[in-house]
């Protein structure tokens, strides 16, 4: 399978506590976002790379929030202190930045802190 | 965060009849993009559109990009069971990053 892949597809974890998710975007994919969709709502940007580097940064990405990637492959998102609030999907998707611009989505991380 | 004005917010249809849903902005994007999204899944994508006025089709789906390139419609005809779930409209911005719409909930009965 070559397409976006995330990791893990479920995550429930005590409020206060660290949490880390992982995004394998589509090979040769030089531009990779990340998305936070609640219940009923549309997705909404939260960052974006191209390669290796951090492009934008939503406002809705707080100081607990922060996204690496490191070698301009995978990328990790760290939620730190999770708060109820933080309760959604996180998903990632990835396109190139010429040509085919379309972007593709992973399966999503779905976050349920108690 | 900000989204798009989506409508209708959801649609109750019998199998066999044609679906129109559309989308409006009030910022001008690049591309228009329309995904489907099943329960617990990622967005699949389904057509995009690269230049104002452009008409697209893929299958029974045809989407329109607008001349004002503030709005974008999705056409589905002859629905069928496997096309319920919830649609979503997103702009692509000047500086790359997609914006979203509020979504339409498709429901199609047998």
């Known amino acids: 399978d070559t397409g976006v892949s995330q990791n893990p597809r479920h995550k429930i974890t005590k409020r206060g506590q660290n949490v880390t998710f992982r995004c394998d975007p589509i090979?040769?994919?030089?531009?990779l976002y990340w998305y936070r969709q609640t219940l009923g709502q549309g997705p909404e940007f939260l960052t974006y790379?191209?390669?290796?580097?951090?492009?934008?940064k939503s406002r809705l990405l707080s100081d607990r929030f922060s996204a690496e990637r490191p070698k301009g492959s995978f990328s990790t998102l760290e939620i730190q202190r999770t708060e109820q609030g933080d309760s959604a999907m996180y998903l990632c998707?990835?396109?190139?930045?010429?040509?085919?611009?379309?972007?593709?989505f992973g399966q999503g991380t779905r976050l349920t802190v108690v | 965060g900000q989204q798009l004005n989506q409508s209708p917010q959801s649609m109750f249809i019998q199998e066999g009849e044609d679906v129109s849903m559309n989308c409006t902005s009030s910022?001008?994007?690049?591309?228009w993009l329309w995904y489907k999204q099943d329960p617990g899944e990622g967005p699949v994508l389904l057509i995009a559109?690269?230049?104002?006025?452009e008409l697209t089709s893929n299958g029974r789906l045809t989407a329109q990009f607008g001349i004002t390139r503030k709005d974008s419609f999705l056409n589905i005809s002859a629905s069928i069971p496997s096309d319920v779930g919830i649609y979503f409209c997103?702009?692509?911005?000047?500086?790359?990053?997609?914006?979203f719409g509020t979504g339409t909930r498709l429901q199609v009965f047998p």
């Open positions: 998707a990835s396109s190139f930045t010429t040509g085919s611009t379309e972007a593709f």
């Open positions: 090979s040769e994919h030089n531009r």
């Open positions: 790379f191209q390669n290796e580097a951090q492009l934008e």
């Open positions: 910022s001008i994007f690049n591309t």
């Open positions: 559109l690269y230049k104002a006025g």
């Open positions: 997103a702009g692509r911005t000047n500086t790359d990053k997609l914006i």
